[in-house]
T-cell receptor, first 116, second 112 residues
Framework: KAGVTQTPRYLIKTRGQQVTLSCSPI?????VSWYQQTPGQGLQFLFE???????NKGNFPGRFSGRQFSNSRSEMNVSTLELGDSALYLC???????????????FGAGSRLTVL | KNQVEQSPQSLIILEGKNCTLQ??????????LRWYKQDTGRGPVSLTI?????NTKSNGRYTATLDADTKQSSLHITASQLSDSASYIC???????????FGKGTTLSVSS
């Protein structure tokens, strides 16, 4: 059974650019949530999607957005990149509807973004 | 303010020894507490999930405890192995699970 797949694994961008990250959940999982991990702040919740609808959102600026497709695959987008956006971006999937804190999450390996 | 604090920040132990990692939280209303293991370059993997009514849960050589009165949790690792070298992250879920509050993790290094 394939796990959660995130692409790309590594990428480098410059300030002001935008980036799109992709997450393919475990087959049958319909909930996808996104997290930012930095050495200073640790892991922080970005948002969660279920059935193509954003259900929960963390405390991040509007430059961070996401969407989910009918096949449950999800993308997140960061526009107007800042140096502080350099981080490991993780997605997690769950089969059950409901908030991330109520379900068992399976994480992907992450996409490491470096902003120069 | 909802917070999760972990200690120590880092820890080095010899292979075969036991160790205990601590997690203190100020999260309300409490829903559940999770411990994750994150290997370098990988995503976190769930070790245990405990609700308010559970005070001990084991997963192989990992045993988590929860004291909901003092708002403390610990993760005890028995007979450590080199493969236990990783970051261990305590996560507390608030309310109906809509808020996940992460600790910054404890980095464990097991040496031979």
């Amino acid at each position: 059974k394939a796990g959660v797949t995130q692409t790309p694994r590594y990428l480098i961008k410059t300030r002001g650019q935008q980036v799109t990250l992709s997450c393919s959940p475990i087959s049958g999982h319909r909930s996808v949530s996104w997290y930012q991990q930095t050495p200073g702040q640790g892991l922080q919740f970005l948002f969660e999607y279920f059935s193509e609808t954003q259900r929960n959102k963390g405390n991040f600026p509007g430059r961070f957005s996401g969407r989910q497709f009918s096949n449950s695959r999800s993308e997140m987008n960061v526009s107007t990149l800042e140096l502080g956006d350099s981080a490991l971006y993780l997605c997690a999937s769950s089969w059950k509807e409901g908030a991330p804190g109520a379900n068992v999450l399976t994480f992907g390996a992450g996409s490491r973004l470096t902003v120069l | 303010k909802n917070q999760v604090e972990q200690s120590p920040q880092s820890l080095i132990i010899l292979e075969g020894k036991n160790c205990t990692l601590q997690c203190n939280y100020t999260v309300s209303p409490f829903s559940n507490l999770r411990w994750y293991k994150q290997d370098t370059g990988r995503g976190p993997v769930s070790l245990t999930i405990m609700t308010f009514s559970e005070n001990t849960k084991s997963n192989g050589r990992y045993t988590a405890t929860l004291d909901a009165d003092t708002k403390q949790s610990s993760l005890h690792i028995t007979a450590s192995q080199l493969s236990d070298s990783a970051s261990y992250i305590c996560v507390v879920s608030a309310g109906a699970g809509t808020a996940l509050i992460f600790g910054k993790g404890t980095t464990l290094s097991v040496s031979s």
